[in-house]
């Protein structure tokens, strides 16, 4: 089913895409994949990003991979159908992305991720203090846990798309290993601390992998040009207005407007009028 339904997605995907032409770039495959590797340690802004993007995403499939584990044992005991259903809850958070996308576009990006990062840190105080305790507690947290998840995620994407206008799609290559990375990572440990130690110790790591990711971020402020460190100037949470000074004049507006008078010299009309 899984094969039918990618198949099917290739296909609609191949009649609905835009034609994107041809950047002119002169690479080759192993030329491109030599930039892909020196944006990944050349590029700090990326590269803390990145970091940022594993540590949400191990956190992030962690959640997901043991909430079998969590509501099939004590003290919920659901089947497997009705685990499946917070599926729904997942496709909530997941559907107010044009919502948090609108939101980022009146963002500094760099608040962006940090906003992100302490809601998912206080919903995860959450899962980890109540979800034994309450079905409710799980269903909140599963809604939130998208929800901010989407909004550091957005936000490190237009943080990282801005390195070079040219070379998106290999800086966002970087940016999907590391995330890879991180949910191959979340699945593999967070399972053993779950069967082995319980909820309060895989709450405990989740909320250690976000704590890590804020510290990432906060060593580099969102204006800094260095490695490390801030730049002195207060950063404002609001992405600056750009200057309105362009001409925003359509083609339509151009041809209804009237033609200007002709201006004619007064000695050349004298002369028509004197011939007339």
Known sequence: MSMGIHYTLCLVLYFILPDVPDKKLGLSYFKILYTVGKFAVTEPVLIQLSIVGLCCNAMYASFWVTLTFLLGGSPYFYDTLDIGLF???????????????????HLNPWFGVLFGLVGLLFTLAIETGAATLNIGAVVVVAFMIDVFDSLQQVSSVTRYFAINPDARSRINAVYIVAEFVGQFIGTAVGTRIFTQHGNAAYGGMNMAWIGFALVV??????????????????ESWRKPKEPDDADTTSLKDIAELEPPPVSVPTSLAAEVAAEV
Not at 219 to 228: D, E, H, I, Q, T
């Open 87 to 105: 599926g729904l809850v997942g496709i909530l958070g997941v559907a107010i992305g044009p919502l948090i996308g609108r939101l980022v576009d």
């Open 217 to 234: 971020l906060l060593v580099r402020g969102p204006g800094a040009k260095s490695w490390l460190g801030w730049t002195g100037a207060r």
